[in-house]
């Protein structure tokens, strides 16, 4: 005959430094939006509560809004681990130095950067490459 046993019990979970919090402010939704600085050449990317909360930000400087779109901070998170992997460097303000090849990703990977403005400088571009 077999001689196995049957233990019953229950698992236990492992912890891990991953926790899922329903408190967090990840998942709620807000503004994400595409600022731009003439007077330093770079982009900002961020999140924002609400309409007042971006119109503070832009007012405090001198600073364009590029675009914007309804989303939330898990959305910006997603999107400055996304460019850290492919090596494009920020600032601690998440301010990126402009560049095509950042505003090819950004809207490669659909994040609002206004494409009036990224048309005009791809068409400054070519015709002064013609």
Partial sequence: ???RK??????T????????DSSTDKFKDGIIY???SNEFNSLKVGFAENDI???KKL?????????LKKGNKKDLFLLVNTLKEIGIKYS?????KYSDSLMRHLSTLGWPIGR???????IKKELVSA
């Fill in 59 to 67: 007012s405090s400087k001198a600073l364009i809004l590029l675009d």
């Fill in 53 to 55: 909360v971006l119109e």
């Fill in 116 to 122: 009036s403005f990224y048309k005009q400088r791809k």
């Fill in 1 to 3: 005959m077999n001689n």
């Fill in 6 to 11: 049957i233990i019953k019990g229950y698992k």
């Fill in 13 to 20: 979970l492992i912890s891990s430094r991953f926790s899922v």
């Fill in 34 to 36: 595409t600022l731009y």
């Fill in 92 to 96: 601690d303000n998440l301010y990126f």
